[in-house]
């Protein structure tokens, strides 16, 4: 089946790429171009086709046509970037050029106006709410791949994104505009701007949205994965006098989200028990029950979510406030040379409540209940609750010459310190069996305590630039940043081995407060060479590195403190690529060609941990090497004054080059494939040749787009779009994996220079395909569990947008 759908595709392909070039050259005597995009990826003003670097933009047109808004509609519309979801919302999984965001910070940089609003989770793995943010009156969308820590700081390891907000002007304008469709969908936005007096100016927005969800829990029959949002922001302009001038910008969003609707894999009746490798008997932690689902490609299991056992109802699921600030400062002294000033300020409260085994059934009563009345059968449920405040400081300043033609430089200094808190509580309601004793049918909490755990961050680095045009033709480029970032931590721990619980409140000790830090210091750096060909074609090759920090492990508890540090990762990125404009400006083709180089990777394992009831403890580590190579290419065709043709595609091979570890887990053992025994009296497992988890080989995008006028200022709109991603591993031991993919939307409608009025469909096959999974710990069966987040289904509706 898969084939054919190849075939399909290709013959498509071919005949459509025939049409093109046709198309472009029967096109040659009209007045045909592609609009020049305008980008602030180097801070600075340039046309995307003149800079040296692979980089996806979407521009405000892009923003409104295609509805995006959020990071996971960039993702789904850039090769060569995923966004996972996890069981919570702050787990969150971005992907970028096969780099996979296992543990310890995202690869990815998320920076809104050039302030880094990144950060990483506590307690469970991925890049923490804040990347959930909901766009609001924004301008353009830059995504840029490859290392760019020399360039955005310090988070930008394996690329960056980079939203850029509508900033105030002296024009009066408005905007109104609103989205209605299926399955609830209901939005409004609102704009206004204008000159307060000389030389200040002044911007409003404000969104509202909500959406109904595509499923409902098939326990309690209510609608699951839907949310509401509502957000504003107000941006001020001042050109004080022809040197001076300065933007500001606050804005506070309020979203509240459902549980998500997931399935899982990993409870009793779907168990896989394997025996363990003959000479892992007799080895520490043998006796550790072995489970896995060694095969697993994703089913449409029921979406279901255990219910709140104080209410027999839904869990309330999670909010997210944020207040951001931002301040811009430029000062011109002449001569081309500009100081600029960049300040951030973020204030974010996080909420979170949701059964996290996954496992939902029917409650029903019992001879010993709980305060409620009701419980799950099969024995167990966890729920857990996050309460975190985040607090984000950012001050830039640099000074440079970026516009004169020879040499151009650039010298700057950023500090940039976080404080996040986190209060955190597991309950695990366990054995509540007809006829059992009192004793076994006890409520038991898994942390009896609320949880405390604080991290702080402060990063400090200078860095600089030099471009220098040896020829008219040939330039060469050289940045460097030396960066120093330390880490304070407060660790609450109960000193249990999750999921003893079973047994009793006994098993749990008192909560101990634990402290410890870490600093880590590094250069990162980039080096390039650009030679124009022609006027509108470019060769490039660069190298640059990136490091990712260090730090201690929130997640895992039961160990001791020195067992949790982990050390940084390292990337080399190499690099050559073109970019190239002909045909009168009709057509765009460019390419890049790169091999990473990746070190250290950190990843969770098993280690002996005496202090643990099982022997074992659960640590992240620092794996062996990975090496990336890929491709990556994208087009645009004006076939004709009405029709324009683009594509976009990532190839990716990316393997682990040296992976073994020590494990005294059977799970692990078996997962691996695997068992050398080593001096510790426990297995080397080898993932050597594995690929990296996430990482799709092959990811493609198709745009083709129609615009006519049917009177003298009505066009019609047409577009057709489709995204394709190939097969992922779940996990690095490549035993579950993510089938392809793919997803087909369409637009049709009318607009003026005054109004619009677009319909829409989006997931226009209704594709259920699982896109997006975790694997997690098996609280039935002591093994391993598959969590399945259903995507969305297809979507109906109706934009309409009104200019004044």
């Known amino acids: 089946m898969e084939f054919s759908h190849y075939r399909y595709w290709l013959a498509s392909a071919t005949m459509l790429s025939a049409a093109t070039l046709l198309g472009v050259q029967d096109a040659a005597a009209q007045n045909i171009g592609i609009e020049e995009i305008i980008v602030t990826t180097r801070n600075r003003e340039e046309s995307l086709q003149s800079i040296p670097l692979s980089i996806t933009a979407f521009t405000a047109a892009d923003i409104e046509r295609q509805g995006i808004r959020n990071i996971e509609d960039v993702a789904r519309l850039t090769p060569g970037l995923t966004f996972d979801k996890g069981f919570a919302p702050q787990d969150t999984r971005p992907s970028i050029r096969g780099l996979p965001a296992t543990r310890g910070r995202p690869p990815i940089g998320i920076l809104l106006d050039g302030f880094d609003v990144s950060s990483s989770a506590i307690a469970t793995g991925g890049g923490g709410a804040l990347m959930n943010l909901r766009?609001?009156?924004?301008?353009?969308?830059?995504?840029?791949?490859?290392?760019?820590?020399?360039?955005?700081?310090?988070?930008?390891?394996?690329?960056?994104?980079?939203?850029?907000?509508?900033?105030?002007?002296?024009?009066?304008?408005?905007?109104?505009?609103?989205?209605?469709?299926?399955?609830?969908?209901?939005?409004?936005?609102?704009?206004?701007?204008?000159?307060?007096?000389?030389?200040?100016?002044?911007?409003?927005?404000?969104?509202?949205?909500?959406?109904?969800?595509?499923?409902?829990?098939?326990?309690?029959?209510s609608d699951i994965g839907g949310f509401e949002s509502i957000g504003g922001a107000v941006a001020i302009n001042l050109d004080l006098n022809e040197n001076l001038t300065m933007d500001g910008r606050i804005a506070y969003s309020d979203d509240e989200s459902e549980i998500r609707a997931r399935s899982?894999?990993?409870?009793?009746?779907?168990?896989?028990?394997?025996?363990a490798p003959s000479n892992h008997l007799g080895l520490a932690g043998a006796f550790n029950p072995a489970f896995a689902p060694l095969v697993f490609d994703p089913v449409n299991f029921p979406v279901s979510s255990g219910l709140d056992p104080r209410t027999g109802k839904d869990f309330t699921g999670s909010t997210l406030e944020t207040l951001i600030a931002t301040w811009k400062m430029e000062y011109d002294f002449g001569n081309n040379i500009t100081f600029t000033s960049l300040t951030g300020w973020n204030d974010a409260d996080v909420f979170q409540e949701l059964d996290s085994d996954g496992t939902g059934a029917a409650f029903?009563?019992?001879?010993?209940?709980?305060?409620?009345?009701?419980?799950?059968?099969?024995?167990?449920?966890?729920?857990?609750?996050?309460?975190?405040?985040?607090?984000?400081?950012?001050?830039?300043?640099?000074?440079?010459?970026?516009?004169?033609?020879?040499?151009?430089?650039?010298?700057?200094?950023?500090?940039?310190?976080?404080?996040?808190?986190?209060?955190?509580?597991?309950?695990?309601?366990?054995?509540?069996?007809?006829?059992?004793?009192?004793?076994?049918?006890?409520?038991?909490?898994?942390?009896?305590?609320?949880?405390?755990?604080?991290?702080?961050?402060?990063?400090?680095?200078?860095?600089?630039?030099?471009?220098?045009?040896?020829?008219?033709?040939?330039?060469?480029?050289?940045?460097?940043?030396y960066s120093d970032e330390k880490f304070d931590y407060l660790i609450e721990d109960d000193g249990a081995a999750f999921g003893l619980g079973l047994f009793g409140p006994a098993a749990f000790g008192p909560l101990v407060r634990l402290t410890a830090n870490?600093?880590?210091?590094?250069?990162?750096?980039?080096?390039?060479?650009?030679?124009?060909?022609?006027?509108?074609?470019?060769?490039?090759?660069?190298?640059?590195?990136?490091?990712?920090?260090?730090?201690?492990?929130?997640?895992?508890?039961?160990?001791?403190?020195?067992?949790?540090?982990?050390?940084?990762?390292?990337?080399?990125?190499?690099?050559?690529?073109?970019k190239n404009t002909f045909a009168d400006g009709r057509v765009q083709f460019n390419f890049a060609g790169f091999f990473m180089d990746y070190t250290d990777k950190q990843v969770t394992t098993q280690v002996l941990d005496p202090s643990q009831p099982a022997g074992l403890g659960v640590v992240t580590r620092n794996a062996g090497a990975a090496e990336v190579y890929g491709l990556e290419a994208d087009a645009l065709f004006a076939i004709t004054e009405e029709l324009t043709f683009s594509g976009a595609y990532t190839f990716l091979d990316a393997g682990y080059s040296d992976f073994v570890f020590a494990t005294g887990s059977a799970n692990d053992i078996i997962r691996g494939g695997s068992c050398e025994p080593n001096d510790l009296g426990t297995c080397n497992v080898n993932l050597s040749g594995n690929a990296l988890e996430r990482s799709a080989k092959h990811s493609f995008t198709l745009d083709l787009s129609y615009s006519t006028l049917v009177t003298d200022d009505i066009s019609l709109i047409a577009e057709v779009s489709a995204q394709y991603q190939g097969n992922r591993w779940l996990a690095h031991w490549n035993r579950w994996r993510l089938n392809s993919y793919w997803n087909v939307d369409a637009r049709l409608?009318?607009?003026?220079?005054?109004?619009?009025?677009?319909?829409?469909?989006?997931?226009?096959?209704?594709?259920?395909?699982?896109?997006?999974a975790q694997e997690n710990f098996g609280l039935f069966t002591f093994g391993t569990a598959i969590q399945q987040f259903a995507p969305d289904g297809r979507q109906w509706g109706l934009r309409m947008g009104l200019n004044f």
């Open 749 to 772: 409608g009318f607009e003026t220079d005054k109004w619009s009025f677009i319909g829409y469909v989006e997931n226009l096959a209704g594709d259920d395909t699982i896109r997006s």
């Open 264 to 275: 899982t894999i990993g409870g009793i009746a779907d168990a896989i028990f394997v025996s």
């Open 364 to 481: 029903r009563f019992v001879p010993f209940p709980r305060p409620g009345g009701v419980n799950e059968p099969l024995g167990r449920q966890t729920v857990v609750r996050f309460l975190t405040n985040t607090k984000q400081f950012n001050q830039e300043f640099r000074i440079g010459d970026l516009t004169s033609d020879g040499l151009r430089w650039t010298v700057g200094a950023q500090y940039w310190e976080e404080d996040t808190d986190q209060t955190s509580k597991s309950e695990a309601h366990v054995l509540f069996f007809p006829g059992a004793s009192a004793g076994l049918n006890a409520v038991l909490g898994g942390f009896p305590e609320d949880r405390d755990t604080g991290r702080q961050t402060t990063h400090s680095s200078a860095y600089g630039l030099l471009e220098y045009d040896v020829t008219d033709q040939l330039t060469v480029t050289g940045q460097i940043r």
């Open 518 to 578: 870490s600093t880590d210091d590094f250069w990162t750096m980039r080096g390039g060479v650009e030679y124009a060909v022609a006027d509108d074609s470019i060769l490039y090759a660069s190298i640059s590195k990136g490091v990712k920090p260090g730090g201690f492990d929130t997640i895992t508890v039961g160990n001791e403190l020195d067992s949790k540090r982990f050390t940084p990762e390292t990337l080399w990125n190499y690099e050559i690529g073109s």
């Open 135 to 221: 766009l609001v009156d924004v301008e353009r969308i830059e995504v840029v791949k490859g290392p760019q820590s020399a360039l955005y700081g310090r988070v930008a390891f394996g690329g960056a994104i980079n939203y850029v907000t509508k900033k105030a002007t002296d024009e009066f304008e408005g905007r109104v505009s609103s989205d209605v469709g299926t399955n609830g969908q209901a939005e409004v936005r609102g704009s206004f701007n204008g000159p307060i007096t000389d030389g200040v100016s002044m911007r409003f927005n404000a969104a509202y949205s909500q959406h109904g969800g595509f499923y409902k829990n098939s326990v309690s029959g």
